[in-house]
């Protein structure tokens, strides 16, 4: 069967970043067993014949109704799939999808019948947030990086923006290159409505989101820019656990240090 990705340059450069960062997530011990998920919205890469083709499978219920992604496509890791596997062989643990005029259901139109995570209606909520917007943000992953899950299980760092200060302070780059810092999302079931309202409600004023003893929500303009992200936050949170396992706790930036680094380098907060 022909591939989707053939003779589309720019589609094949996207699901090949996708299998990238698969790859460093699962090297990064981010992606045990099939945990983490991607979605990507490819639709500025569809053209007329992709919009033509044929679904492989019957419509599917979101079980949302997500009114500005109608005839939008994405690329979803699949259900069950892990992250080793989507590295090598992407459309093979992931699929690409069409969401339906109803905004309510979505069909698989490529490569394989690839059923999406089962988490997809809370990335396609984030999705259509960003379509609203109009904020650029095409990209939504979640992963378990090890070093700030485990920071998620001292309750005082769960505070407002305890932890941003924290892993600002630790190194410049991280408040340079993840300048809305940390934002913190109370332990619900994954899964959940509740967890995916909370982690709604959270991104509207951070890029990336810890969920309380499970892992990150990050948005990105790509995949590559929520990896980075996420990248730079568990560098720092590293940085903090390596200081206390050497028996002392941290000094870190002062507060004049990190306002210079926002007036220098033009940051928002």
């Not at 045990?32 to 419509?59: F, S």
């Not at 005082?156 to 923006?161: C, E, S, V, W, Y």
Request: hydrophobic share 40%; net charge negative.
């Amino acid at each position: 069967m022909k591939s989707i990705l053939e003779n589309r340059p720019a589609l094949k450069e996207e699901v090949e970043k996708i299998a990238e960062v698969a790859g460093y997530l699962w090297t990064n011990g981010w992606a045990e067993r099939n945990g983490g998920n991607i979605t990507v919205n490819i639709t500025d890469l569809v053209d007329d014949d992709i919009r033509q083709m044929p679904a492989i499978t019957e419509p599917i219920a979101i079980g949302e109704k997500l009114p500005h992604l109608r005839g939008c496509y994405f690329f979803c890791k699949g259900t069950g799939k892990r992250m080793r596997d989507l590295a090598r062989r992407p459309m093979d643990n992931g699929s690409i999808i069409r969401i339906l005029d109803d905004c309510e259901h979505y069909e698989i139109i490529a490569d394989n019948p690839v059923m999406p995570t089962s988490e997809l209606p809370s990335h396609l909520l984030v999705h259509d947030k960003q379509v609203e917007t109009g904020s650029g943000y095409k990209a939504t992953l979640h992963t378990h990086p090890i070093e700030l899950v485990a920071m998620s299980h001292h309750r005082p760092f769960l505070k407002k923006d305890v932890l941003t200060r924290l892993l600002w302070s630790m190194i410049p780059e991280t408040k340079a290159f993840c300048p809305l810092g940390l934002g913190i999302v109370p332990y619900e079931l994954p899964g959940s409505v509740k967890l995916a309202e909370g982690t709604l409600n959270a991104l509207a004023d951070y890029d990336v989101v810890l969920w309380e003893k499970h892992g990150v929500f990050a948005k990105g303009t790509d995949i590559m820019d929520a990896f980075d992200q996420v990248d730079v936050l568990s560098k720092s949170a590293k940085i903090y656990i390596d200081s206390r396992a050497m028996g002392y706790e941290p000094e870190g930036m002062s507060d004049e240090q990190m306002k210079e680094m926002t007036r220098a380098f033009h940051l928002p907060k």
